[in-house]
């Protein structure tokens, strides 16, 4: 098996995914207009916390921020189990593409999905030959999995690591 992606999203061939033990059989699938309702609560959930921290958190302006960027065509819906697990947007940036809006809901978070995800995406930036770049929030539990993936830190400031990771090595495909 195999992930389920959407032409658009820069990421492996079509149909489903299994990965470790614990991480349910999942599918990337194109995000649709109605579908910014359910991310924008999503983020808010997710980012909070980490927000909270920073002295950031503005319940109307988490969930605004995620709706003026929503994007239908670079976004893709995570769905595990046949629910609605998160989400990841891959946008052409410059010479390279930007990836952000990447949330998983805290119930598939430190399970491997998101790493399988992820996996996935810069399997296909590295065929496109793609930079990658993203920001993560200082102190965000994010940034290892980040790292796990050939991202470096970049630059940052009090709120922001902005991270890039070079177009890898271009893998054959899984069976």
Do not use: N
Not at 5 to 28: D, H
Not at 36 to 52: I, K, T, Y
Not at 125 to 149: K, M
């Amino acid at each position: 098996m195999s992930s389920r992606t959407t032409a658009r999203l820069p990421a492996a061939a079509a149909s489903e995914r299994t990965g470790p033990p614990g991480v349910p059989e999942w599918e990337l699938r194109a995000a649709r207009a109605d579908d910014v309702e359910a991310v924008a609560e999503l983020r808010a959930v997710v980012m909070r916390a980490d927000l909270e921290r920073l002295g950031r958190y503005d319940e109307h302006r988490v969930r605004q921020r995620l709706r003026d960027s929503f994007s239908t065509r670079h976004t893709s819906l995570v769905i595990a189990g046949g629910r609605f697990a998160g989400c990841v947007t891959v946008r052409p940036a410059g010479d390279g593409k930007l990836l952000e809006h990447f949330y998983l809901a805290p119930q598939h978070q430190g399970r491997g999905l998101g790493s399988a995800v992820l996996r996935t995406v810069l399997e296909g930036t590295d065929r496109e030959g793609a930079t990658v770049r993203l920001t993560v929030l200082r102190g965000s539990a994010a940034r290892r999995l980040y790292e796990r993936q050939g991202f470096v830190v970049e630059a940052q400031d009090p709120v922001d690591v902005f991270m890039v990771r070079p177009a890898g090595p271009v893998t054959a495909p899984r069976a």
